[in-house]
């Protein structure tokens, strides 16, 4: 499998912002997905983009309005800008591939994930 390379966790405080990246290369796809896992917790589902023509995205509800998933094509890369965050964003972040939706079914390869920690 084509490895996807995850980037661009940290700690900020409440309100402020992160930008993770998900560098995928080789293989095109058909879709990006970004997930997170907070231990104890089930894996949820954030965002997702469709690469095909008009790159459909979906979000969770907890993160819509705040959280943008896009994709530039010429770096082989797909991120998610999360704006406004909140202490329960804080997670293991994950992107997988191949696959359009926010449930798990059907992402085949899994990065190794970032960790993002937003205190109050």
């Known amino acids: 499998m084509v490895p996807l390379v995850e980037s661009g966790g940290g700690s900020v405080q409440a309100g402020e912002s992160l930008r993770l990246s998900c560098v995928v290369s080789?293989?095109?796809?058909?879709?990006i997905g970004w997930f997170r896992k907070v231990s104890g917790k089930e894996r949820e589902g954030v965002a997702s983009i469709h690469t095909g023509p008009g790159g459909r995205t979906i979000y969770a509800t907890s993160v819509r309005g705040r959280f943008t998933i896009s994709q530039d094509n010429a770096k082989n890369t797909v991120y998610l800008e999360m704006n406004s965050l909140k202490p329960e964003d804080s997670a293991m972040y994950y992107c997988?591939?191949?696959?359009?939706?926010?449930?798990?079914?059907?992402?085949?390869?899994w990065g190794q994930g970032t960790q993002v920690t937003v205190s109050s």
């Open positions: 080789g293989t095109a796809f058909t879709g």
């Open positions: 997988a591939a191949d696959a359009y939706g926010l449930g798990a079914r059907g992402y085949n390869n």
